[in-house]
T-cell receptor, first 112, second 114 residues
């Protein structure tokens, strides 16, 4: 089942602008992870945020987690053309059977 | 450092033909291994996972099977492909059991069944 749901489904912005993607989930989680996928390639892990954390940073990435709203956001600051990719959230749900639950992803296009 | 290799990158197979996709991991021992399928524009669907040699768990009953003949080798197979088996297949490994750790992915195999 797809617990994570990202929005928007697609996002197109100008280079240099900030990009914000959101992920909502349904059940209690242990952690939430964000991944990036370039077209036709494998996924690359970006950041993991645990259920007891509210915010985490990694370079130009900022992830927030609101467990009361069952939602997370990924902010990419000062976007670059190389950030063009699909971004997925994956949840480690407490009641799942040893698998990450994946959303359908947000397709991000950075216009030069 | 750890690396994961998955091949082939693309594959076109006729309906009814067999399938064998291979994935190997280097630089780590006793990894947890996963096979996923990704439909176009969608998220990942877990097909199989393995916590050790010969230990395979199936998440979705279908026309596919998986085997782990060696610690760092994971194989996805089918005896007879269906059109519906077309998709993008991804192999992944993680270092801790379950999902409380990041997963590392291969580059994927684009399978087209014709």
């Amino acid at each position: 089942s797809q617990q994570g749901e990202e929005d928007p489904q697609a996002l197109s912005i100008q280079e240099g602008e900030n990009a914000t993607m959101n992920c909502s989930y349904k059940t209690s989680i242990n952690n939430l992870q964000w991944y990036r996928q370039n077209s036709g390639r494998g996924l690359v892990h970006l950041i993991l945020i645990r259920s007891n954390e509210r915010e985490k940073h990694s370079g130009r990435l900022r992830v927030t987690l609101d467990t009361s709203k069952k939602s997370s956001s990924l902010l990419i600051t000062a976007s670059r053309a190389a950030d063009t990719a699909s971004y997925f959230c994956a949840t480690d749900a407490m009641d799942s059977n040893y698998q990450l639950i994946w959303g359908a992803g947000t397709k991000l296009i950075i216009k030069p | 450092s750890q690396t994961i290799h998955q091949w082939p990158a693309t594959l076109v197979q006729p309906v009814g033909s067999p399938l064998s996709l291979e994935c190997t991991v280097e630089g780590t021992s006793n990894p947890n291994l996963y096979w996923y399928r990704q439909a176009a524009g969608r998220g990942l669907q877990l097909l199989f996972y393995s916590v050790g040699i010969g230990q395979i768990s199936s998440e979705v009953p279908q026309n596919l099977s998986a085997s782990r003949p060696q610690d760092r080798q994971f194989i996805l197979s089918s005896k007879k492909l269906l059109l519906s088996d077309s998709g993008f297949y991804l192999c992944a490994w993680s270092g801790l059991w379950g999902r409380r750790a990041e997963a590392f992915f291969g580059q994927g195999t684009r399978l087209t069944v014709v």
